[in-house]
């Protein structure tokens, strides 16, 4: 293929051309040689025990059963189950590691401290804690304990799904028996329940997935969240800078990747202390520059530009003037130290359960955290004079994009417009029509797809449409490519949207809002949840009756389906532009993506949310379009 049909972003594609020069494989050549196992891709193989594998024929060819006597939905369904429980595992563990993180700071054990006192002191609050009299760190101890209990407690429901939770929610999910009692809990009963013998019913695996749904959002997503905005302040409006050219020939250059900000702020932190080591080996300084979600972590809270998203992380190497690209979680390609081991770029690894073999490991641990940020700096000043001149080449595109915009600074933006009743404008705006729902964009890129194509055309086609669009993880990366996280991008805006957005940014000093505003990593599609509950809340209604939806259009991992069923069970339509590997089975088919009027058992049905499978974004976009356009009808809207 052309390296133009890989990827939007020109930068990229000029890499992909450099990398092909030199001999390089990337992701994008790895799909291409990569054929897709058909069965696999229909979700029919299974390999849960030794009598197997066993991969159901299609078409009522061959053999119909497994060695067992599962069938192709059961073998379906608990494929689906074995997926999310990955994605929410990986999640879960996120949110734990800060909470440990927290608890270990307030006790002076790590060299933390908490930047957002008003957040932890709500955060506390809506946990139940009694705040009077206590001091921050008694308080944020108490915090961190709930958060633990998340992890241990053998009765009750999830603290945090006590706390974030929309009640009607909550109330049909009691009734359906599907409440949560603490993350480690429910993984192991997922992993136990999908184990050779175990629930074989299709129906109650799908059920079960969306227990795990709810485990991702609170005890992953939400808690995540709320304790990073405790310990690292919650994030404002900021402006920052996107794509490859935001890696400086005449600076040492590193990258964070990965998605646990207790790593890339400290690297941030010492990169600004340690500048004069720079200059010292011949550099200007250090530029620290993100990769995926540690790149949206500190985007948010410290505009810290992104130099790209995960299709294409292996072209920051590939410019020949990154020195160091360190990773803590998830994402991170394995093929990242093969690309590598042909530049001088370090990778270093920093868990002890996430290592690459040739990598450089250096171990992090909160107690340890500054001693291993500044190692990690130190190795990325010495290898800036190991680069190979005739090797260095970047890209010099830059966009410019806003974010920053998390519910408490959507919030005060509408302040503007209404002191008393924030909520007012955006509900009035999205009752007369001048908006006519809200879109999340969420999730990844995947080489597969044409990078960000998907994500872009189909944000356009929403905002065309006068539909407000929020983004999260590697598609607000996509969008701040384009252009589309800039108040520039209301050219592409319908004209009543870019209204409304002009009015508001300019209430508040901006020229106009960008079409669509960036909230963050994937765990904070949480404060997507919150924006709706809070709306939801205003209008008296559940979250399913809202006009919204969320949409994944290039979707890739575990987590994002994860994220889909968290969202589903909260009554929104998810839309994914990926396989999601499911279509083997028609049952399970027909449970997730049908309409209630059409299938007995149906997630519509039980939640109000379905899932929409369409690659094309611009039908995809008009599925969506008219789901919201349903749901504004029975609105009365
Ligand atoms: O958690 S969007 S490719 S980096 S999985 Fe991964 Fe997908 Fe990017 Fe962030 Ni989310
Ligand atoms: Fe085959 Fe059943 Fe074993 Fe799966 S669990 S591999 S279907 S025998």
């Not at 702020?265 to 080996?281: H, N, R, S, T, Y």
């Not at 990778?347 to 040739?358: A, D, E, F, Q, W």
Request: aromatic share 4%; hydrophobic share 40%.
């Amino acid at each position: 293929k052309d390296v133009k049909d890989l990827s939007m972003d020109t930068g990229v594609q000029q890499m992909l051309a450099k990398a092909r020069e030199e001999g390089i494989d990337t992701a994008f050549d790895r799909a291409a040689k990569m054929n897709q196992c058909g069965f696999g891709s229909t979700g029919v193989c299974c390999k849960h025990c030794l009598e197997g594998p066993c991969r159901i024929a299609p078409n009522g060819k061959g053999a119909q059963t497994g060695v067992c006597g599962a069938n192709v939905d059961t073998i379906v369904a608990r494929n689906f189950l074995t997926t999310v429980t990955e994605g929410t595992a990986s999640h879960a563990e996120h949110a734990r590691e800060v909470a440990h993180a927290i608890l270990e700071a307030v006790e002076g054990k790590a060299p933390y401290a908490i930047q957002d006192e008003a957040k932890l002191k709500a955060v506390a609050q809506g946990l139940g804690l009694n705040t009077e009299g206590k001091n921050v760190n008694q308080l944020a101890k108490e915090v961190a304990i709930k958060a633990l209990e998340d992890f241990q407690k053998q009765h009750g429901t999830l603290n945090w799904l006590k706390f974030r939770a929309n009640s009607k929610s909550v109330e049909n999910w009691k009734k359906l028996g599907l409440l949560p009692v603490n993350a480690h809990l429910e993984i192991t009963k997922a992993m136990a329940r999908q184990v050779m013998g175990g629930d074989a019913d299709p129906t109650n695996l799908l059920l079960g997935t969306v227990t795990m749904g709810l485990v991702d959002g609170y005890a992953g997503l939400h808690m995540s969240t709320d304790l990073q905005d405790i310990l690292f302040g919650t994030p404002k409006a900021v402006k920052a800078q996107y794509r490859l050219g935001v890696i400086k020939k005449e600076m040492v250059n590193i990258s964070v990747h990965g998605h646990i900000p207790l790593l890339a702020e400290k690297v941030v932190e010492w990169a600004g202390k340690l500048k004069d080591e720079a200059k010292a080996v011949g550099a200007q300084g250090i530029n620290v520059v993100g990769v995926c979600c540690s790149g949206n972590e500190l985007l948010m809270r410290k505009g810290v530009p992104v130099a790209t998203n995960y299709a294409s992380q292996e072209m920051p190497i590939i410019t020949g003037a990154l020195e160091a690209m360190v990773v803590d979680i998830q994402c991170i390609m394995p093929g990242l130290q093969t690309v590598a081991s042909c530049y001088h770029t370090e990778i270093i690894t920093t868990l002890p359960y996430v290592k690459m073999s040739g990598a450089t490991h250096v171990e992090f641990s909160t107690e340890r955290a500054d001693e291993a940020a500044q190692e990690i700096v130190r190795k990325a000043i010495a290898n800036f004079k190991k680069r190979d001149p005739r090797k260095i080449s970047i890209p010099n595109e830059v966009t410019e994009a806003y974010a920053g915009f998390s519910v408490e600074q959507i919030v005060e933006a509408l302040k503007a417009v209404n002191a008393e009743d924030p909520l007012k404008p955006l509900v009035d705006a999205i009752a007369s029509g001048q908006i006519l729902g809200a879109v999340a964009l969420v999730g990844c890129t995947n080489p597969r797809v044409k990078q960000d194509s998907s994500n872009v055309a189909l944000a356009m086609e929403l905002i065309k449409n006068n539909v407000l669009v929020v983004a999260t993880g590697c598609s607000a990366h996509s969008l701040g490519k384009f252009g589309l996280l800039s108040p520039d991008g209301l050219q592409y805006a319908g004209e009543s949207l870019r209204n409304i957005l002009t009015a508001i940014g300019q209430a508040n000093g901006l020229p106009a809002l960008p079409p669509a505003l960036h909230m963050g990593s994937c765990v904070d599609n949480s404060r997507i949840a919150d924006l709706l509950n809070a709306l939801a809340n205003y209008l008296g209604v559940g979250i399913k009756d809202l006009p919204v939806a969320g949409s994944c259009p290039e979707t890739h991992h575990p987590k994002a389906l994860a994220i889909g069923t968290y969202f589903i069970a909260n009554g929104v339509d998810v839309h994914v532009g990926v396989n999601p590997q499911v279509t083997g089975s028609e049952l399970v088919v027909n449970v997730l993506t049908a309409e209630k009027e059409n299938f007995p058992v149906t997630t519509d049905g039980l939640f109000g949310g379905k899932l929409i499978y369409e690659e094309d974004p611009v039908k995809a976009a008009e599925i969506i379009l008219n789901r919201i356009k349903a749901k504004r009808k029975a609105l009365g809207l």
